[in-house]
């Protein structure tokens, strides 16, 4: 398994040689929204103060629903 930085791809559905996976303190991020289940991430920060992120990958604020409401 290969390991990516920030801006990497990660996850997703890869052939075995081609799969990666993000370096600490990064995680796998899915940015292509909820139709497109089988593409691969994006390594990106942890949201800060335990934000939720939403199904393109936006870090949302706690007392949000989406990233475009308007909270942003």
């Not at 801006?7 to 052939?15: D, E, S, V």
């Not at 990064?26 to 691969?40: H, N, Q, R, S, Y």
């Amino acid at each position: 398994m290969k390991v990516s930085q920030e801006g990497g791809i990660c996850g997703g559905l890869m052939l075995p040689n081609m799969v990666h996976t993000c370096a600490e303190p990064l995680e796998c991020v899915f940015t292509k929204g909820p139709m497109i289940a089988d593409a691969p991430g994006t390594c990106q920060r942890p949201c800060k103060n335990n934000e939720l992120r939403d199904q393109y990958g936006n870090c949302i604020d706690n007392d949000c629903s989406v990233w475009f409401d308007g909270c942003n």
